[in-house]
């Protein structure tokens, strides 16, 4: 009888087991059928470029200060790699498809503004601080990003007249999005405690921009994102291409040109696809420059790549957002900057007392750093000893900043040397004669070929008098006139 019910026992206990794996087998059914499903909505959201409810963690990291670029990198490449276009319709307002590619795209979104507009004054000085030969290698392309079909039609007109001769040639284009093509821009997270009215037109903002860089990306090799009340310096394209040429090898992903905001931002376009879906995955996270700020570090650009002199200006007095005041501007920016030095390589050195890591080679570099020391002694020195003895032709340092308007050098003059002697590390030069002395912190020669017969292995900034303020050495900047013969 025990050994009956012990049967009886495991045939039921089988049927039972049986049972459950067919129960299993239909739940894994049911599950990877959901599965499939979620996958699938997954991706039309990537496709549209909207916020993945599985990111939230990522948006979330990324919406604060604090993000750590190097922890994320790698999810964020595989997140958003996208080498393709959005499927968005744009409507040509004037211009067409560019014939060929060009070196560089301009990008602009203007929108209505309750007080002022400074689009026409923006695309003027885009055509008038460029050559001819620079006019070649340029597109502009223009997004009217209001939804007021009137105020639409009046700028495509205005901007048909003034420039449209630059449209027949093929540089300037003006576009529009449809109102349909946005996302939700009501209701939106009161980030960073924005008043309602304020997160819309930043999120909007992004959206604008996202669609712009949308469509500039296969239109040229790089792009430049400008606001549209911002004036240019002349020949900034020469200006630029001279700067990437000398990036070349090095790995970036956006070049600053002004200080300000997103103007004068470069990329590469190969990058703007990518770029657009951000801005549209995080839309309503924060303001788009804090956004830029945020790629360049997903991407392993650490650090600020910014060059002086600034190449663009902001010259609008009210904002596009309820017509605001506006009076920033940019103390780096220089008219014609066309003029760019050329540093040629060398080694720096001083024998000052370094403030934490303001090092010497800061004030010799294009980008936007420099070299803080503590209070100079008289005798002190900034050395420059160049790789090659080169001809120079002008010689300028600025010293102090805007914040630190006291830290300069009161009391100072400059010197160029030759007669290397000692080994790589110690090299330094036996004579040098002295060019000038320092007024108000700066100093500036023109001529040095005319004035100075050898030629230059050295350069010194020496200091003639104690002073109790620290010293900046805001930059230096060598321009040269040609190459002795060795």
């Known amino acids: ?31 990877l059928g959901v599965l499939v499903v979620c996958l699938l909505f997954m991706n039309l959201y990537i496709e549209d ?14 919406a604060t200060h604090q993000l750590n670029p190097e922890r994320y990198v790698h999810s964020f490449k595989d997140l958003s790699n996208f080498s393709g276009s ?27 503004r309750k007080k002022g507009n400074y689009l026409l004054e923006t695309i003027k000085s885009i055509f008038e601080q460029s050559s001819y030969e620079e006019l070649k290698e340029i597109a502009v392309v223009v997004q009217l990003a209001d939804f007021d ?8 007109q205005d901007i048909s007249q003034k ?39 930043r999120s909007k903002q992004n959206v604008d921009y996202a669609f712009l860089l949308n469509f500039c990306a296969n239109l040229s090799d790089y792009y430049v994102m ?36 997103y103007i004068g931002k470069l990329y590469h376009s190969h990058d703007l696809p990518r770029l657009a879906h951000f801005l549209l995955m995080f839309y309503q996270e924060m303001p788009c420059d804090w956004l830029l700020i945020h790629f360049r570090g997903l991407l392993a650009q650490k650090e600020v790549i910014r060059f002086k002199p600034s190449l663009f200006q902001h010259m609008g007095y009210y904002s596009s957002y309820k017509g605001a005041e506006n009076k920033l501007k940019d103390d780096d920016f220089e008219e014609e900057s066309f003029d760019i030095p050329d540093n040629p390589p060398a080694n720096l050195h001083t024998n000052m007392n370094v403030f934490e890591n303001y090092e010497a080679s800061k004030a ?44 300069i050098l009161h009391h100072g003059a400059l010197e160029v040397g030759e007669k290397i002697v000692g080994n790589k590390k110690g090299r330094q030069c036996t004579t040098y004669l002295r060019l000038g002395e320092f ?26 008098k104690s002073q109790k303020e620290w010293l900046i050495i805001r930059s230096i900047s060598v321009w040269t006139s040609q190459t002795p013969n060795q």
């Open 149 to 156: 079909s009137a105020w639409c039609e009046g700028m495509v």
């Open 364 to 407: 010799y570099s294009s980008i936007d750093e420099y070299f803080w020391g503590k209070a100079p002694s008289s005798g002190d020195f900034y050395g420059i000893v160049f790789e090659k003895p080169i001809k120079i032709s002008k010689i300028k340092v600025v010293t102090g900043t805007e914040d630190r308007q006291n830290d």
């Open 226 to 261: 400008l606001e549209d009340d911002v004036r240019c310096s002349k020949n900034f394209l020469t200006a630029v291409k001279k700067v990437i040429t000398s990036r070349e090898g090095s790995y970036w992903v956006t070049l600053e040109f002004s200080k300000l905001g």
């Open 1 to 31: 009888v025990t050994l009956l019910y012990a049967v009886l026992h495991m045939r039921h206990s089988w049927k039972y087991f049986d049972k459950m794996r067919c129960l299993r087998k239909r739940s894994a059914a049911s599950f």
């Open 49 to 62: 470029g909207y916020v993945l409810e599985g990111d939230k963690q990522l948006i979330r990291e990324t």
């Open 163 to 201: 420039f449209a001769h630059h449209i027949i040639a093929g540089r300037l284009i003006v576009i529009h999005v449809p109102e349909d093509y946005y996302p939700v821009l009501d209701g939106l997270k009161r980030n960073y405690n924005d008043p309602e009215d304020r997160v819309k037109f």
């Open 439 to 464: 007024k108000n912190g700066n100093f500036e020669i023109t001529d040095v070929e005319h004035k100075v017969l050898f030629d230059i292995n050295c350069m010194r900034i020496l200091v003639t």
């Open 86 to 112: 959005i499927n968005i319709s744009y409507r040509y307002l004037a211009g067409t498809p560019l014939p060929r590619k060009r070196y560089l795209t301009i990008g602009l979104s203007s929108v209505k």
